[in-house]
Each structure stands twice: as structure tokens, then as C-alpha cells.
């Protein structure tokens, strides 16, 4: 059972244009949500975060978007740069004595120039 | 200030033969946990060590086990490999069990035959 679904495995968007990505969770235990992203042959790289008790964190060009009651959170990038294309993780976390994440199964965004 | 590190960068293994990943956490963090990432799939959660104890473990048999040292590096063991351990392993260092923030090496690429 998945508890965080990326349902869009694939996104384009232009440079300088907005890109949206999309994440779903079923567990209304996950209290901590993060983005990270990943470039090939590299680990993913921590990029923005948002705990439960907010709607909205943002930091340069990101913004994290939280909608508690569709379980739902997406990440804004504005504007979009080429060096931004990369695979896209949204993972959570729940409240316990290991922080263990709790992984969708990435989105590929593909800036174009 | 030195990211987490993870050794070797790839490895090849037989079916049954044993293996071990080896991880040196960030500068000042104390809590390693480890991952398993499969093609196209999110990383998924195998165990988490903090100050040299096991302190979570997701879903993974006993083959799979750990240890952490005293300058909080640790090892992944995996016993018996199978064909589906063929996957990307990383490591991701935190500050402490409670910190929300992981933050990751770039993998070991292991392909079991």
C-alpha cells in the first residue's frame, strides 16, 4: 500500500514558466512533508520542507503548498530553469523515536529552454 | 564541512554471496539511515541507527543488517543475495533520530547475477 503517491511520472515545462508538481498521502498520521530532488548518478539533495500545522513554506523560487484535508501538497518552482530538471521526490514523516521517510515514486521534470 | 560518503560507488555480486556497503556520515550528525531504491521506484526505508543502536527498521528481512560506529559511520550488511536486492543503496545522515531533515550520499549502485 502506497502511502505517498506521485501519480504524474513526467513533466515538461518551458524556462521561465511555472512547473507544479503533485503529491497524495493517505496516512493523516505524516506531520513533517519534504521535497527532494535528484540528479543522475548523485543522492537526492534536501530542497524544501513544510511541517502539518502550516499551509505554505517558501524559500527563493520554491513554495511548498500543504492541503491537509485533500491530503494533498505541491511543490511551485517559478520561474523554471534548465538546471532545474532533475527527478522530483515528495516524501513525510510521522512523529516516533525514528524519523524514517516515507518516499512517492519521483516525478521527472524536464525544463526546456 | 564533508557530506555523507557512501562506498564502493558500484558493485557486482552472485546470487547467495554476502555484501557490504560502507557510509561515513556528514560532519556532526549522529543518525544514519539506510535505503533501498529500486528502478524507477522512491527510496524505501531499511533501518535506522542512532549513537550505535538499531532505532527503526522498516520492512526488510533479517538478511538485511547494520551496524554504526563510534564516529557514527556505519555498514549495511545483506546476507544471501538475491536477485531483487539488484538496487541503489543509499545512505542519508541527520542531526539527531528526531531531526526531520535527511540528508543523503550519492548511493552504491549493486547489481546481484
Known amino acids: 500500500d502506497q502511502q505517498v503517491k506521485q501519480n504524474s511520472p513526467s513533466l515538461s515545462v518551458q524556462e521561465g514558466r511555472i512547473s507544479i508538481l503533485n503529491c497524495d498521502y493517505t496516512?493523516?498520521?505524516?506531520?513533517?512533508f519534504l521535497w527532494y530532488k535528484k540528479y543522475p548518478a548523485e543522492g537526492p539533495t534536501f530542497l524544501i520542507s513544510i511541517s502539518s500545522i502550516k499551509d505554505k513554506n517558501e524559500d527563493g523560487r520554491f513554495t511548498v503548498f500543504l492541503n491537509k484535508s485533500a491530503k494533498h501538497l505541491s511543490l511551485h518552482i517559478v520561474p523554471s530553469q534548465p538546471g532545474d530538471s532533475a527527478v522530483y521526490f515528495c516524501?513525510?514523516?510521522?512523529?516516533?523515536?525514528?524519523?524514517?521517510?516515507?518516499f512517492g515514486s519521483g516525478t521527472q521534470l524536464t525544463v526546456l529552454p | 564541512e564533508t557530506g555523507v560518503t557512501q562506498s564502493p560507488t558500484h558493485l557486482i555480486k552472485t546470487r547467495g554471496q554476502q555484501v557490504t556497503l560502507r557510509c561515513s556520515s556528514q560532519s556532526g550528525h549522529n543518525t544514519v539511515s539506510w535505503y533501498q531504491q529500486a528502478l524507477g521506484q522512491g527510496p524505501q526505508f531499511i533501518f535506522q541507527?542512532?549513537?550505535?543502536?538499531?532505532?527503526g527498521r522498516g520492512n526488510f528481512p533479517p538478511r538485511f543488517s547494520g551496524l554504526q560506529f563510534p564516529n557514527y559511520s556505519s555498514e549495511l550488511n545483506v546476507n544471501a543475495l538475491e536477485l531483487d536486492d539488484s538496487a541503489l543503496y543509499l545512505c542519508a545522515s541527520s542531526f539527531d533520530r528526531y531531526a526531520y531533515e535527511q540528508y543523503f550520499g550519492p548511493g552504491t549502485r549493486l547489481t546481484v547475477t
Open positions: 496516512n493523516s498520521m505524516f506531520d513533517y
Open positions: 516524501a513525510a514523516t510521522l512523529s516516533g523515536s525514528a524519523r524514517q521517510l516515507t
Open positions: 541507527y542512532y549513537r550505535e543502536e538499531e532505532n
